[in-house]
């Protein structure tokens, strides 16, 4: 999602820790070159599992926010089975629009970061994801963003334990497709109260029953990490709204 990566690594690493805190989450950073192939995608989304089952040997669930693209199901499905990982996809099938309706109105917050111009126009960049933008989509342009039509930073709501201070920067256009908006955090932000678990997720699948019932936190991998930045000719699907409740309620203690 374009994420700028300051010219400082420290500054950088603080800003990450800053924001996950922020959730009460564990965050695991697999770089990637930019232009890459996809295979060097897979091979750093390997890694991560890898580093990832080191650290929590219990895990072998993988939670996605994906909502019907079956390709795209399919693909995380066979990455994931090469390295005897199982995919989680709680949200499948659920409608987008009622979808996207239920994460306003229970107070979470986001604005759009990045938005795709052959899909979206690009005045849409950079405006909050509430409902007069819900109202003002063009048809055809699905609210959760599912086919790349825009993408989200979520920065506060039930989930956090404090909201993120953010201050709007520069707006630009990239690959003369992709218009992106920046958006500078204030890392000196107090923290408040914890965050609750939103009423709009489907009940824990059945795979799930049994570490829950003995009192254990479900195998799943920490929210972080699941989506990798991708590879140049796949379209990254970490940023659409829901996307970051999902993977808080399947990844808390």
Same mark, same amino acid.
């Given at each position: ?14 800003? $990450?820790?800053?924001?996950? /805190? &922020? ?10 070159? !930019? @232009?890459?192939?996809?295979? &060097? ?10 580093? *990832?089952?080191?650290? !929590? @040997? ?33 949200? !499948? ?11 306003? $109105? ?21 405006? &909050?994801?509430?409902? *007069? ?22 920065? /506060?709501? @039930? ?34 109260? $914890? ?7 489907? @009940?824990?699948?059945?795979?799930? $029953? ?31 709204? &829901? ?11």
């Amino acid at each position: 999602n374009g994420v700028r990566k300051s010219t400082e690594p420290a500054d950088f690493q603080n800003s $990450s820790a800053f924001g996950t /805190a &922020a959730l009460g989450l564990p965050l695991i950073e697999v770089p990637l070159d !930019w @232009p890459g192939s996809n295979e &060097a995608y897979e091979e750093a989304h390997a890694r991560a599992l890898a580093g *990832a089952r080191m650290r !929590w @040997p219990g895990i072998r669930h993988c939670a996605f926010g994906d909502l019907f693209l079956e390709d795209v199901r399919d693909y995380r499905v066979r990455q994931l089975g090469r390295e005897n990982w199982r995919a989680v996809f709680p949200l !499948w099938g659920v409608d987008t629009v009622a979808l996207a309706r239920r994460f306003v $109105s229970e107070g979470h917050r986001a604005v759009l970061c990045c938005v795709d111009t052959r899909q979206l126009d690009a005045s849409y960049c950079g405006r &909050a994801y509430d409902a *007069a933008l819900l109202d003002a989509l063009p048809a055809g342009v699905d609210p959760c963003g599912e086919r790349g039509e825009f993408h989200t930073l979520s920065h /506060a709501g @039930p989930l956090f334990r404090h909201p993120l201070e953010l201050r709007r920067g520069e707006s630009v256009l990239r690959d003369g497709r992709f218009q992106f908006t920046d958006f500078l955090l204030d890392e000196h932000a107090a923290p408040s109260s $914890s965050p609750l678990l939103p009423s709009f997720l489907p @009940p824990l699948p059945p795979l799930f $029953s049994s570490c829950t019932a003995a009192g254990r936190r479900p195998a799943v991998e920490p929210a972080c990490y699941a989506h990798l930045g991708r590879a140049r000719g796949r379209r990254n699907l970490a940023a659409r709204p &829901a996307l970051g409740a999902l993977y808080r309620r399947v990844d808390r203690r």
